[in-house]
């Protein structure tokens, strides 16, 4: 059985205060887009191992055992020991580090995958509860859906949002940005204007009105990445932006630009047209 955990962006980002355990809670809109990794999980013909990772595509860091689908799988095992050991074929395509939720994603997906594999009859409500155990984000791409987030970013509810027919252009520079030292370098504050009642404005106002709050510190630190946003703005985005904690940037437009991954060629640079 295969299938194909997707990235999201942030649309706004505002971190609104530090909470007493040290984390933030913060207020942002998560996006799907159709920027996709490949999962697929058999049955293993030798269960000596209770599973087996094969990772392809852009290297990932770490042993088997810190990749959010082996931590998903074995977090189902606990409740559902029937599970037969598995295979897992992954093809990394989404960076990591880049405020995608590649891994986040993987995470949900695998916990959807082995529901349907193994027939374990788990519902939508529990399967988010799975999820956000393995980490804030993860919950949202159980449904998948545009979504309002609060809370540490696992709070969601549902926004009548689409951005159908626009094209996406995402550009992430070969630089890490600590999520940790992102977050240590914000004073929070509330925004005047609730992103709720942003994003029902027409796109072209959003530049003005709604902003990721990790970017002034960051394209302090990283000028490059600031670049990376006038670039897009350049090129005619309706609204460009950071991604989460970065280092992606991506650029919202009307019309495809051509030979885009050429001008980026330094990065990892993709265009989509957005469903
Ligand atoms: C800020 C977001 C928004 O989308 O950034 P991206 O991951 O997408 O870039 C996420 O909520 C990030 O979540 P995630 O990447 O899972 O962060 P974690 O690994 O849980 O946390 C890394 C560190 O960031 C800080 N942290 C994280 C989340 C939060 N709401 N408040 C925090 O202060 C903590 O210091 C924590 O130790
Ligand atoms: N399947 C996975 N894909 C990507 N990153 C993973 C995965 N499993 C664990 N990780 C770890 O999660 C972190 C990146 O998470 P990811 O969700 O891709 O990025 P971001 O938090 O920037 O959106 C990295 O430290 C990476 O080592």
Redesign the pocket.
């Known amino acids: 059985m295969i299938t194909f955990p997707n990235a999201k962006i942030n649309l706004g980002l505002n971190i609104i205060e530090k909470r007493p355990d040290g984390y933030h809670n913060l207020e942002t809109i998560f996006y799907p887009i159709n920027l996709q990794?490949a999962l697929e999980v058999t049955r293993s013909t030798n269960s000596d191992k209770e599973y087996n990772l094969h990772v392809s595509g852009s290297a990932?860091?770490?042993e088997p055992e810190?990749?959010?689908?082996v931590?998903a799988y074995k977090l189902l095992k606990e409740d559902f020991p029937q599970m037969a050991a598995i295979e897992i074929h992954?093809y990394?395509h989404?960076?990591?580090?880049?405020?995608?939720?590649?891994?986040?994603?993987?995470?949900a997906y695998m916990i959807k995958l082995l529901n349907e594999k193994f027939a374990l009859n788990i519902n939508h409500a529990k399967m988010e509860e799975y999820a956000a155990r393995l980490?804030a984000?993860c919950a949202f791409f159980i449904q998948n859906k545009p979504a309002f987030a609060t809370g540490i970013g696992n709070i969601f509810e549902p926004v009548d949002l689409s951005l159908k027919g626009y094209h996406i252009v995402l550009v992430k520079p070969d630089i890490f940005v600590s999520?940790r030292d992102a977050f240590a370098a914000i004073k929070p504050q509330r925004p005047a204007v609730s992103l709720k009642e942003v994003i029902k404005q027409p796109v072209d106002t959003w530049k003005d009105n709604m902003q990721n709050d990790f970017e002034d510190s960051v394209f302090l630190k990283f000028p490059e990445i600031a670049a990376i946003k006038d670039e897009l703005y350049d090129l005619g985005a309706v609204y460009a932006s950071m991604?989460?904690?970065?280092s992606?940037v991506y650029g919202i437009f009307k019309e495809p630009i051509e030979n885009v991954e050429d001008k980026f060629c330094q990065c990892f640079c993709r265009q989509r047209e957005l469903e």
């Open positions: 990794d990932l860091d770490g810190d990749n959010l689908v931590k992954m990394k989404i960076p990591a580090g880049a405020g995608l939720g590649g891994g986040s994603s993987d995470a980490g984000d999520t991604s989460g904690s970065g992606c």
